[in-house]
């Protein structure tokens, strides 16, 4: 049972447009959320997150939008970079265990230049 | 070094072999973690330190996975008697936070070891 889901296993977005990840989620106890980059052969890299008590945190092109009555969250990345592409991994974590990370299933996400 | 560290990269065994996977967190990081990332799927908790206690294992699929980290640094994730199920990326994560709220302490990943079961 995927607690964390990335229906779109790969998205392909012009340089310079604007990409948008999209994650839902199924759990209710899930609180904090976190975004993952990963190139192949490395392990993951942490790139964003948000608390459950916010709807929106940016840091740079980088900017993650929580939607808690619909259980969705979604990466926007503006502008898109060809260093960009990459998979991206979407991750939650649940109140009274917030060191165990539940990840979905990846997007590739690829940069045209 | 700056970044976690896990030693093999690579790992060939025949299945029935026992295998150590070695994790070298990022120095004073009091939080440790062991994932499995099968082909085409995303990570999944195994295991969570804090220090040397480890306080969840209840993500090791059996009892022939066993990990340890005795002074509260480096971690040995220990697989017995492997199966070809056991085909995947192990991942090491560390953070700096102590204790069970890591909000804001997120955990930096190593590169991973790929352990292939022949």
């Known amino acids: 049972d995927q607690q964390v889901k990335q229906n779109s296993p790969s998205l392909s977005v012009q340089e310079g447009r604007i990409s948008i990840l999209n994650c839902d989620y199924t759990?209710?106890?899930?609180?904090?959320f976190l975004w993952y980059k990963k190139y192949p052969a490395e392990g993951p890299t942490f790139l964003i997150s948000?608390?459950?008590?916010?709807d929106k945190n940016e840091d740079g092109r980088f900017t993650v939008f929580l939607n808690k009555s619909a259980k969705h969250l979604s990466l926007h990345i503006v502008p898109s970079q060809p260093g960009d592409s990459a998979v991206y991994f979407c991750?939650?974590?649940?109140?009274?265990?917030?060191?165990?990370?539940?990840f979905g299933k990846g997007t590739l996400l690829t940069v045209n230049p | 070094g700056a970044g976690v560290s896990q030693s093999p990269r690579y790992k060939v065994a025949k299945r029935g072999q026992d295998v150590a996977l070695r994790c070298d967190p990022i120095s004073g990081h009091v939080s440790l973690f062991w994932y499995q990332q099968a082909l085409g799927q995303g990570p999944e908790f195994l295991t969570y330190f804090q220090n040397e206690a480890q306080l969840d294992k209840s993500g090791l699929p059996s009892d022939r996975f066993f990990a340890e980290r005795p002074e509260g640094s480096v971690s040995t994730l220990k697989i017995q008697r492997t199966q070809q199920e056991d085909s995947a990326v192990y991942l090491c994560?560390?953070?700096?936070?102590?204790?069970?709220?890591?909000?804001?302490?997120?955990?930096?990943f190593g590169d991973g070891t790929r352990l292939s079961i022949l």
């Open positions: 994560a560390s953070s700096a936070g102590g204790n069970r709220d890591l909000s804001n302490q997120p955990q930096h």
């Open positions: 991750a939650a974590s649940a109140r009274g265990s917030n060191y165990k990370l539940t």
């Open positions: 759990n209710s106890m899930f609180d904090y």
């Open positions: 948000i608390s459950s008590i916010k």
